[in-house]
C-alpha cells in the first residue's frame, strides 16, 4: 500500500467516526503528526480534499457536517498556526474542503468562492497556495458559477485575490477543455490593465501577482496561440518595467520555447 492509499484510508475512517460521534480529537491528531512528516503536506492534504468529496456528495446530511468541519479547520487564526507551525495544515485541509464541497453544486460554490475570497488575502503563503487550489477544484465541476465571480475578483479584488484568480484557472486540465482558455485570457487582460495603471506596486501582495504572472501567462498562450502570442507582442510595445518583466519570463518559459521557438525569439529580441 502507498502512502497515498494509507492516507486514504487512514483519513477515511478518521472522517468516518467524525460524523457518527461529532468529536475531532483523533481527526485533527492524526493529521497534525502526519502532516510533521517530510513530504507528507499534498499527499495528505490530497487525501483528505478526496474523501471529504466522496463523503459529501453521497449524503447531504454528511456534507453539512463536513461543511462545518472544514469551515472550523480554516477558521484557525494567525496567531493560532503561523507560518511553518505544524498547524497550518489544519488550515489547508479546512480550505481544500471548502473548495471541493464547492464543487458540489452551484448553491454550495457560492458560499465556497466567499471562503476561497478570504483564504487569498491570509499573510500565510501556504494558505493562499490551499485557497487557489480550491478555486481550480470548484471551477473544475461549477465553471458557470465560478468564471463571473472571478472576473468580479480581478475587476475589484486586492493584488492577492487577483492572483488566486488567474492560478485557479491555469490549471493544465483544465485549460484543455472548452472555454476555460477563453475566459483565462480575458482574466488575465484584466490583470494586466490593472497592473499597468497602478500606482501602488511596493507591497508584498503586488509581488507575489507579479511572480505568479511571470509563468502563467504562458500557460494562457499555449493554449490560444493565436490570440496568444498577439496579445504578447502588444505588451511587449509598452513602457512599464513591470509588464515587459512579465513578457520576458513568460518568454522564457519552457513550452512556449520548444513550441514556438521562432515566435519567442521574434517577441524577444522585439522587448530588448
Given at each position: 500500500m502507498t502512502a497515498k492509499e494509507t492516507y486514504i484510508r487512514d483519513v477515511a475512517r478518521l472522517l468516518s467516526g467524525f460524523i457518527a460521534s461529532g468529536?475531532?480529537?483523533?481527526?485533527?491528531?492524526?493529521?497534525?503528526?502526519?502532516?510533521?512528516?517530510?513530504?507528507?503536506?499534498?499527499?495528505?492534504?490530497?487525501?483528505?480534499?478526496?474523501?471529504?468529496?466522496?463523503?459529501?456528495?453521497?449524503?447531504?446530511?454528511?456534507?453539512?457536517?463536513?461543511?462545518?468541519?472544514?469551515?472550523?479547520?480554516?477558521d484557525i487564526p494567525p496567531e493560532g498556526a503561523p507560518a511553518s507551525d505544524l498547524h497550518e495544515l489544519l488550515i489547508s485541509c479546512?480550505?481544500?474542503?471548502?473548495?471541493t464541497i464547492g464543487s458540489l453544486s452551484p448553491a454550495c460554490a457560492e458560499p465556497a468562492l466567499t471562503r476561497l475570497a478570504e483564504a487569498s488575502a491570509d499573510p500565510r503563503q501556504r494558505i493562499r497556495e490551499a485557497a487557489g487550489m480550491g478555486v481550480r477544484d470548484i471551477l473544475s465541476r461549477q465553471r458557470d458559477t465560478v468564471i463571473p465571480e472571478l472576473a468580479r475578483w480581478v475587476e475589484g479584488g486586492s493584488w492577492l485575490t487577483m492572483r488566486a484568480a488567474i492560478m485557479g484557472i491555469v490549471e493544465p486540465d483544465l485549460l484543455g477543455e472548452p472555454d476555460i482558455p477563453t475566459a483565462a485570457f480575458h482574466l488575465h487582460r484584466k490583470v494586466l490593465i490593472r497592473i499597468y495603471t497602478a500606482k501602488e506596486r511596493q507591497s508584498e501582495a503586488f509581488g507575489a501577482?507579479?511572480?505568479?504572472?511571470?509563468?502563467?501567462?504562458a500557460l494562457v498562450i499555449a493554449a490560444l496561440p493565436g490570440i496568444g502570442f498577439e496579445y504578447l507582442r502588444q505588451l511587449a510595445t509598452l513602457d512599464d518595467p513591470d509588464i515587459r518583466w512579465i513578457v520576458r519570463e513568460n518568454l522564457r518559459e519552457s513550452g512556449l520555447q520548444k513550441r514556438y521557438p521562432e515566435t519567442v525569439r521574434h517577441i524577444g529580441a522585439q522587448i530588448g
Open positions: 468529536n475531532t480529537t483523533d481527526l485533527l491528531g492524526y493529521l497534525t503528526a502526519e502532516g510533521g512528516l517530510p513530504g507528507a503536506d499534498p499527499e495528505l492534504t490530497g487525501a483528505f480534499t478526496g474523501v471529504v468529496r466522496e463523503f459529501a456528495a453521497a449524503d447531504p446530511d454528511d456534507r453539512r457536517l463536513l461543511w462545518d468541519l472544514c469551515i472550523m479547520l480554516a479546512g480550505i481544500r474542503g471548502i473548495g501577482l507579479r511572480a505568479t504572472l511571470g509563468s502563467t501567462l
